[in-house]
């Protein structure tokens, strides 16, 4: 992966495909499938130990769809957690402090809950730019931070065809963005309910930036980012730095940055994770520990986030659950 390229795309026909239009859209008709939008899932219904079904809110009605086989929650690295707590599959003293039954004490519920930090280096440019020729986030790189010796880089530095606001800096009207990613952190986070109630949001706490070594990864991308923003093929479009600025010359300066406009590349994963030890929260086939009947399929399984963007390896979990369960 090491080296630079232009960013690979789910599209077709020259148009961007989301995976509801890939997998979904196509087999509308089909007679098995039922498909009910704007209903917010509250909880899975487990009877004698399995999963039968969820229960959930349309227009604040509650319903009922009873499975016949199983059921798959594939509500993402934030909703998978927080339906499994509100069907009292999780830490035992959280799900009691909350007031719900416990179904199933499964500790890992939650918890190591990460993403892809990220920081954008911004330009002003001396002109408006072109139309851009790919989906914006054109180019990337991948490179390895000061002492780093994984198998596969940890730093993802990337080239937006935009002004990617950095938090607390004034963004100019033309720009573009070399935005520093760190693809390998060591800080976890966890996701708690604030209530039983599934209107009201989870607590997200991500911790970002708790591991000394993904503050110093992040710094070295900036400085990577940095460089390159500075060579001599931008001249005829660099107008100046904006973020972190020219006043940013230390490396205590860079932390500072780094500390106060990190942002998230939105690649969360994590917090259902797959394993065969005493946290996990799926075993290697996504069925969750401790209830018949119920896996899970989405990033929240991950137990540690690809080095990569997380559509396509989040897809490659379906279609890995899809053949689990015809298996
Ligand atoms: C702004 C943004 C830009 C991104 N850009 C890229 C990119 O360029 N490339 C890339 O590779 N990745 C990108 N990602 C990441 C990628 O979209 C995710 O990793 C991927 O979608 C994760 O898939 P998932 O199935 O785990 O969850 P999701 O795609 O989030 O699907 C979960 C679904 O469950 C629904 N849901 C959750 N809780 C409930 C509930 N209680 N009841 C009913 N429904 C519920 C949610 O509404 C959502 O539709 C981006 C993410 C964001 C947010």
Not at 57 to 81: C, K
Not at 130 to 147: I, K, R, V
Request: proline share 7%; glycine share 10%; net charge negative.
């Amino acid at each position: 992966m090491r080296g630079v390229g232009f960013t690979e795309m789910t599209v077709r026909d020259g148009r961007r495909m989301s995976a509801w239009q890939s997998f979904v859209a196509p087999i509308l008709g089909h007679p098995a499938l039922t498909v009910t939008t704007s209903a917010l899932i509250d909880r899975v219904v487990v009877e004698n130990g399995r999963a039968v079904g969820v229960e959930y809110l349309v227009d604040g009605e509650r319903q009922v769809a009873r499975a016949e086989a199983e059921v798959v929650l594939a509500g993402g690295t934030i909703g998978s957690p927080a339906i499994l707590l509100r069907s009292g599959v999780g830490p035992a003293a959280h799900l009691r402090d909350l007031g719900i039954d416990v179904v199933a004490d499964v500790a890992g519920v939650g918890e190591n809950l990460h993403d892809h930090p990220l920081i954008s280096v911004v330009y002003e440019a001396k002109k408006p730019l072109p139309a851009g020729t790919n989906n914006l986030l054109e180019a990337q790189f991948y490179a390895d931070s000061a002492g780093w010796t994984g198998a596969a880089p940890d730093l993802q530095p990337l080239f937006l065809h935009l002004v990617y606001p950095a938090e607390g800096y004034e963004m100019p009207e033309h720009g573009y963005t070399i935005a520093a990613g760190i693809v390998a952190p060591k800080s976890r986070g966890t996701l708690r309910l604030a209530s039983a109630d599934p209107t009201v949001p989870a607590l997200v706490d991500p911790r970002i930036l708790t591991d000394p070594y993904d503050l110093e990864a992040l710094c070295d991308a900036i400085e990577m980012s940095r460089e390159v923003g500075a060579q001599r093929a931008f001249d005829e479009w660099r107008e100046r730095e904006v973020a972190p600025g020219p006043d940013a010359t230390s490396r205590d300066d860079i932390r500072a940055f780094a500390r106060r406009s990190v942002g998230t590349y939105h690649h969360q994963a994590g917090t259902c994770r797959m394993g065969v030890d005493e946290l996990a929260v799926v075993d290697p086939r996504l069925r969750v520990r401790g209830v018949e009947g119920l896996r899970v399929a989405d990033a929240s399984i991950m137990p540690v986030v690809p080095s990569g963007n997380t559509n396509a390896p989040s897809i490659m979990v379906g279609e890995k659950a899809a053949e689990l369960i015809l298996g």
